[in-house]
């Protein structure tokens, strides 16, 4: 009875209150419906691993060329460049060449291989002093036919494996089609085939551009046709810039300057460096003086590359080291992958001419 009687006032009390509230004008409050906050995990930790490092191809050492580079030792070539020597065999396959005047005014090459293998390489002429300073920096293999006896001391103490002719070594022979001393050839994978196993991959001697484009004369440089040399009395090369093939094609003067196959000598990079051509203190056949060159130190030069051409410096600072070539502002100047010829012009008497 009690329990009926408490529920019957409550419900009375209630309506009493609904009703003051609408005779009030009072609306009755909205209940706030309750928030719910959602909470999301990461199914996938984040990464804190630096970014990977850009894949770059593996180039050839001695011409910046991108491919599947083999670990084998430079090997330098003293070749022969007088009218009975021509045309020469395995020069478009070097990666550099280098021209040098020796006595009587004569150019020689030193020929550098060692991302291609010719089959010979000719003819092979006699060691000179100014030779140690091209090879050093590569710390391979060097080939000559002979020297005299002081000449031959220099060339046995500079660090390179030496092979000669004259005393017999593997991988020379004489050819027939060819009167001496014009006739001396050399096998290349014979001399790799003895290399000592301390002999590697040579080191860097240019600094490359990624990209032709990128090359410092390419980039920066003045427009030219044709790189005019006088190198000596005897000795005016030329190269003419060849947009179809986009490299430098040589002549000897005026005539193309031909390997035996019949192709003709070319390079993608064309560098001139101007040093002083003294006396060496030796003597060749009627009391000849031999001349050198000296290369540690600095002075100037041309880089040509792509049809166009850049002045800059060069410095060296020992036989051993390689040479450095730097643009007006200091900084590296860069060649195309490719081949590079360098032609040593004598400070006195040599010139270089732009058209």
Sequence with gaps: MT????????????GATLALAACSGTPAPTPTPATTTLVVEPTVAPSKAAAPAPEVPATWPLTGVAGDVVTRPALAVKVENTAQSR??????????????IVEFDVSRFVA?????VPAE???VRSVRPMDMPI????NGLFAYSGAQAPILALARSSGLQNFSFDDGDDGFYRTKSRAAPHNVYLSPATLWGQAEASRVSPPPQFAFA???ERASAVSAGAPAQTLSFRLSGASKPTWTWDAASGRWVRFEG????????????????VVSIVAEHPPSGFKAQNNASVPTYNLVGSGEGTLATGGRTIPVTWSKAAEEAPLVLALADGTPATLAPGTTWVELVPRNGGSLTIS
């Design 3 to 14: 329990r009926t009687v408490s529920r019957r006032r409550v419900a009375a009390m209630l």
């Design 87 to 100: 045309p020469q065999t395995g020069l478009d396959q070097a990666d550099v060449v280098w021209e040098t």
């Design 112 to 116: 550098v291989f060692q991302s291609q």
């Design 121 to 123: 390489v000719g003819p």
């Design 135 to 138: 090879a050093k920096p590569l």
């Design 210 to 212: 990624r990209t032709f």
């Design 254 to 269: 005026s005539t193309p300057a031909t390997v035996v196959t019949g192709a003709q000598i070319a390079a993608v990079n």
